[in-house]
C-alpha cells in the first residue's frame, strides 16, 4: 500500500476505498429487487448513455429524506447493468459519519466514502466512477413545492474536480421520491436562531437543513430524522454525458469558467427533469 493510501485509511471510517465489499452488495440484491419491482415500482431509462468501461463523474440530485429511495434504486440499477465488482464509489455527506456510525459503517460496504475531493480523486487513479449529489441535505430535504427544481445550492466543487480529473459528467435525474415524505417547509434560520440563544443540536451536531415534513414513522415531525420512504412510484434517468470545452488545473481554477460550466449543468438537467414530468 502506496503512504498516501495508508495515511487515508489511518483517517477512520469513510476514508478508505478498501471497505466496499462485493459480496456484501451481492447479498443485498434480492432486497434491493423487491423494493425496486414492488415497492417503488421504478421506472428508469438512459442506462445506454454509460460506457461499458471507464471513469465518471455521476452528478444526481436525489429526494426523499436521509432514506433517499433514489439513490438505493440507482445504485441496484448500477449494479444490475455491470455487476458488484465494476467501481463505483459515493461520496456521503460528513455529519452521516459522525451521527450514524454503524449505518455509515454498512455504507461503507456499499460504496459509501467520505465527501471530500481526496476519496473522489483516490477513486479515479483505481479508474472507478463516483455518485456525487453536491446539493446535500438542503437537496434531499428541499419542500415538495419545489420537487420539480434542480437545486444544488450554489456548490461547484464537483465541476472542479470534474475540471482536474478531466472526467466526463454524467447527470443522473429522478421523479417521486419526494412523495416518499412530503416536506412541507424548511426552518433552518430559525432553528439556527434557537440555537445561538442555547438550544443545543441533537448529538451536537449542526444538521444545516431543519424541514417540517410528513412521513413514516412519524406521522408530523420536525428535523432531519431517519424515516420510512412511502411507496410511491419512482422514475429514474441516465442523462446524456457532458463533456466541457477545456479542462486541467488552469481551468478549474478559472472561477468564471466554472460558474459557466455549473450553470450549464445545472439548465441541462432541469431541461431533462422537466421532460420527465412532462412524460409521466
Not at 429511495?69 to 455527506?93: C, K, N, S
Not at 412541507?184 to 431543519?210: I, N, R, S, T
Not at 410511491?232 to 488545473?249: E, K, L, S, W
Request: hydrophobic share 40%.
Amino acid at each position: 500500500m502506496s503512504e498516501k493510501k495508508k495515511v487515508v485509511t489511518k483517517l477512520g471510517l469513510g476514508w478508505s476505498l478498501e471497505d466496499r465489499d462485493p459480496k456484501f452488495l451481492n447479498s443485498l440484491m434480492p432486497l434491493l429487487e423487491w423494493h425496486y419491482r414492488y415497492y417503488f415500482r421504478v421506472k428508469t431509462d438512459g442506462w445506454h448513455h454509460i460506457p461499458a468501461k471507464g471513469k465518471l463523474l455521476l452528478v444526481g440530485s436525489h429526494n426523499g429524506g436521509l432514506a433517499a429511495p433514489d439513490l438505493a434504486m440507482i445504485a441496484y440499477d448500477w449494479f444490475r447493468h455491470f455487476g458488484t465488482e465494476r467501481l463505483v464509489y459515493g461520496l456521503m455527506h460528513p455529519n452521516v459519519w459522525k451521527v450514524y456510525p454503524e449505518g455509515a459503517k454498512r455504507l461503507a460496504e456499499m460504496g459509501a466514502v467520505m465527501a471530500h475531493p481526496k476519496m473522489a480523486i483516490a477513486a479515479f487513479s483505481k479508474g472507478a466512477s463516483v455518485l456525487v449529489y453536491p446539493g446535500g441535505a438542503q437537496d434531499v430535504f428541499r419542500p415538495h413545492s419545489q420537487r420539480d427544481k434542480i437545486y444544488f445550492a450554489g456548490r461547484k466543487g464537483f465541476i472542479k474536480l470534474a475540471l482536474r480529473e478531466k472526467v466526463p459528467i454524467v447527470p443522473v435525474i429522478s421523479k417521486g421520491a419526494h412523495d416518499t415524505l412530503i416536506v412541507l417547509a424548511e426552518c433552518y434560520k430559525l432553528a439556527k436562531q434557537l440555537h445561538e440563544w442555547g438550544m443545543p443540536w441533537l448529538l451536537d451536531v449542526d444538521p444545516e437543513v431543519f424541514p417540517i415534513y410528513l412521513g413514516l414513522p412519524w406521522g408530523l415531525a420536525i428535523g432531519p430524522l431517519p424515516n420510512i420512504p412511502l411507496p410511491a412510484q419512482i422514475h429514474t434517468r441516465i442523462c446524456n454525458p457532458i463533456v466541457f470545452d477545456r479542462y486541467g488545473r488552469e481551468a478549474a481554477s478559472n472561477r468564471s469558467y466554472v460558474d459557466d460550466c455549473y450553470h450549464l449543468i445545472v439548465e441541462q438537467m432541469q431541461q431533462e427533469l422537466d421532460r420527465l414530468y412532462q412524460e409521466d
